[in-house]
């Protein structure tokens, strides 16, 4: 199944320069992943685009570009670490269950790996808990079948969700946000959806 991550990085040409630009912020892709991810490669095909999730800050040299996977570990889940980490009774709470799913019983055999996407939309919030219950030196201590289900309002383990919590450096989420109507602004989602661009592929001539 394809994922948010979907618009393969082509390997770099030994033949021109190859440059990316910044055309859109596409928001919450949601059930509608597949058919949007098909369109872009109707639209652009297959390896001439990529999502990346930006960070625009100026004392940083100008732009940072995070791929889908250093944006899972170094933005998404780095907020989730630090909200466990001031919320130690959480941690326990989350630990009593034996598991943590977003979207399907499936989920629990990304494990900790966030490219091991295999639903019909893409799971991030449960494999961030799996990573930082590791990093804290925790584990899932309840009985198997005891599942804490991350996703609507009344699933058992809502306010977990991203659109509940906080990220780390609020300030660096673009404006104006694309946040989902049932995300909290400010939250690890409103980064998620606003920071989140299409960037397309331009060959350049080569120089020599």
Not at 99 to 125: R, W
Not at 152 to 159: A, E, L, M, R, W
Not at 188 to 205: A, L
């Amino acid at each position: 199944m394809v994922s948010d991550r979907a618009g393969s990085t082509p390997a770099p040409s030994t033949m021109s320069n190859e440059k990316w630009k910044r055309i859109g912020r596409p928001g919450y892709f949601g059930r509608r992943r597949d058919e949007k991810i098909k369109q872009l490669n109707e639209d652009f095909g297959k390896d001439e685009w990529k999502l990346v999730w930006v960070i625009d800050v100026d004392f940083l040299g100008g732009e940072v570009h995070y791929d889908f996977e250093q944006a899972c570990k170094k933005l998404y889940e780095a907020s989730y670490l630090k909200w466990f980490q001031e919320n130690p009774l959480e941690i326990d709470l989350v630990c009593s269950y034996g598991e943590c799913i977003d979207n399907a019983p499936t989920n629990v055999d990304s494990g900790l790996d966030y490219m091991k996407q295999e639903a019909f939309s893409t799971h991030i919030q449960d494999i961030a808990v799996r990573n930082v219950l590791a990093k804290m030196g925790r584990k899932f201590e309840g009985p198997k079948d005891k599942i804490l289900v991350i996703r609507s309002q009344d699933s058992n383990g809502f306010k977990y969700g991203p659109g509940n919590i906080p990220f780390s450096e609020p300030w660096l989420i673009a404006q104006p946000s694309k946040c989902p109507k049932w995300a909290n602004a400010g939250s690890v989602e409103d980064f998620w959806q606003s920071n989140k661009w299409i960037m397309i592929r331009e060959t350049q001539p080569a120089l020599f």
